[in-house]
């Protein structure tokens, strides 16, 4: 079996497999072509790739190979019938792109649709591993543009408190944003919607923000649910409080396969105090800030400055790249049994924990999306958003 790694789009920094992954890939039986500059820009030259033993070749020869390993979807036209495609596919968003995919009869993997609570898929998750550097990254863009010292400094011409931080939402990104604001020395509240996020928030350093009537919003996936516009609008008007002081604020919240809920409305920036900072984690799906211009740094005339940079693991292209590519290849060379490569039913990492399981999500399979022209039965949720028939009974 052939792994191709392309090149990624201008926007995007990262790729596929790196070097440091031959090894293991090339032992499981693979045989890697790495379209030519494919890691530049997570520097990794191509002489990397053909030292750990990797082909380089051109983009046509890439997609000549059995399997597509990248980061973002390539288009259609460039794979064929029956190839497989393994990548973060985004599907809920991303329908008409997983539609023509069905279509052309390519197998597609999505990555982001793994399994998360499953023990085996934890090593596979790259939801986590790149979550994690955006909420590290989070912060320090964030304590680049506050206008003051963060930890608390005691010096001869007086004492600087520390910086106030406040964290929306402590999932991976969130737990992350919180450690590390903590380990720069501030002194920082998060909030989540989930009753379980209390501990953890308070495991890392921060204090739990709570609000009035809050249950545990969480589904079967382990994701945050959506919620009422009744009680979206009193967790805004509690956390916006807290936050109507801090000096750095972290928006991290984000519903699967749906926009970003708007958590700081603009009537909230409008009262924060000049000199502010907002880290809107999610600008590329409609941001947590009303405000928040995608992919641009702006400020208030209030004085407030908002971080709405898109991909943040993008910008550690080298560490992001690494952890991705670890994933990847666990995944991957889990596929291969005996010496032969198996997409199977029987495995719940590629469709998801059989009924009865205690992590079974009715409607929802694992990262395989569709095969032999049809989405997986298991992905009737799916299914329903794109319009198709599955490829076998529904649940």
């Known amino acids: 079996m052939r792994i191709g790694v392309p090149r990624e789009p201008e926007f995007e920094n990262r790729v596929g497999i790196v070097p440091g992954s031959m090894k293991k890939l090339t032992k499981a039986g693979f045989e890697l072509m790495i379209e030519s500059g494919a890691g530049k820009r997570s520097h990794h030259d191509d002489a990397d790739y053909e030292k750990a033993g990797a082909n380089i070749g051109s983009r046509s020869e890439v997609f000549n190979s059995d399997i597509i390993i990248c980061i973002r979807l390539p288009p259609v036209s460039e794979v064929s019938k029956g190839q497989i495609v393994a990548c973060v596919a985004d599907p809920f968003r991303a329908t008409e792109d997983v539609k023509s995919y069905v279509e052309a009869g390519v197998t597609l993997i999505s990555m982001d649709m793994i399994p998360r609570r499953l023990s085996r898929a934890q090593s596979m998750d790259v939801n986590s591993s790149q979550d994690n550097l955006a909420?590290?990254?989070?912060?320090?863009?964030?304590?680049?543009?506050?206008?003051?010292?963060?930890?608390?400094m005691t010096t001869s011409a007086g004492t600087v408190r520390p910086a106030k931080v406040v964290v929306m939402g402590s999932g991976v990104a969130g737990l992350q944003a919180i450690a590390t604001a903590k380990r720069l020395g501030a002194v920082v509240y998060a909030s989540d919607v989930r009753k379980s996020a209390a501990e953890q928030i308070e495991s890392v350093g921060g204090r739990f923000i709570e609000v009035d009537g809050m249950d545990d919003f969480e589904d079967e996936s382990g994701y945050a649910k959506p919620l009422t516009p009744e009680f979206i609008q009193k967790v805004n008007d509690t956390v916006c409080g807290v936050a109507s002081d801090a000096d750095m604020v972290i928006t991290t919240a984000r519903i699967f396969g749906r926009p970003a809920p708007i958590t700081v409305p603009t009537s909230a920036v409008n009262s924060f105090k000049s000199g502010a900072v907002i880290v809107d984690m999610n600008a590329d799906v409609g941001g947590n800030c009303e405000s928040t211009v995608a992919g641009e740094i702006t400020t208030t005339s209030n004085g407030v400055t908002i971080v709405g940079i898109s991909n943040l693991p993008g910008t550690l292209s080298g560490t992001a790249s690494m952890l991705y590519s670890n994933n990847m290849t666990t995944f991957i060379t889990s596929l291969m049994k005996e010496g032969n490569f198996q997409i199977t039913d029987e495995d719940d990492i590629l469709v998801g924990a059989p009924e009865g399981n205690d992590?079974?999500?009715?409607?929802?399979g694992g990262v395989l999306i569709c095969q032999s022209g049809k989405v997986h039965h298991k992905q009737s949720r799916l299914a329903d958003v794109l319009g198709l028939d599955t490829g076998g009974e529904e649940e």
């Open 135 to 152: 909420g590290y990254k989070a912060v320090l863009l964030g304590a680049a543009h506050v206008p003051k010292g963060i930890p608390m």
């Open 359 to 364: 992590f079974h999500v009715p409607g929802m």
